[in-house]
């Protein structure tokens, strides 16, 4: 009876292995596929990977962009899983120039992603090291809480 309750108990933790690595592999399939989507200017592509909001506020960066960016190359540096494999964070390096200034610019993406009712979303991007990419906002910076404003005499 132990050794059939032992069995049992590696069926059971053998297909919670196979679902979490099941969703795993879809996410490295919908990163992949997410910054192929960046690499090649597919923005309604790469959207659909965004929650609704933010997909509308990319978009609208894009057409501020217009078609001056030209995406160069990418390359996914890592990826880790939060426990239980439901978020990720995926860390990315692009280059890019822009056409009316034609100087190799690179940057380092992190992006953070959630497994949403089945369908793996990128919630989150920022840059994290190197040149400003203008498809990611960036922080307002912050004024001291005791700075002074200045007066007209």
């Not at 979490?20 to 192929?36: G, S, Y």
């Not at 494999?85 to 992603?113: C, F, M």
Request: proline fraction near 4%.
């Amino acid at each position: 009876m132990n050794i059939r309750l032992a069995l049992l108990g590696l069926v059971l933790l053998a297909g919670c292995l196979s679902a979490a690595q099941r969703r795993e592999d879809d996410f490295m399939r919908d990163a992949r596929m997410f910054n192929d989507d960046l690499r090649w200017a597919r923005w309604d592509s790469m959207g659909a990977s965004m929650p609704a909001e933010d997909k509308r506020l990319f978009l609208e960066r894009v057409d501020l962009v217009g078609n001056d960016l030209v995406m160069c190359d990418y390359e996914v540096k890592s990826v880790h899983f939060d426990t239980g494999s439901s978020g990720a964070t995926v860390t990315v390096t692009i280059e890019w120039y822009a056409k009316n200034d034609p100087s190799l610019r690179k940057a380092t993406l992190e992006q953070h992603w959630e497994s949403r009712n089945g369908r793996w979303m990128m919630t989150k991007q920022r840059r994290s090291h190197g040149d400003r990419f203008p498809l990611v906002t960036e922080p307002v910076a912050k004024q001291a809480a005791n700075a002074t404003v200045p007066v007209d005499p």
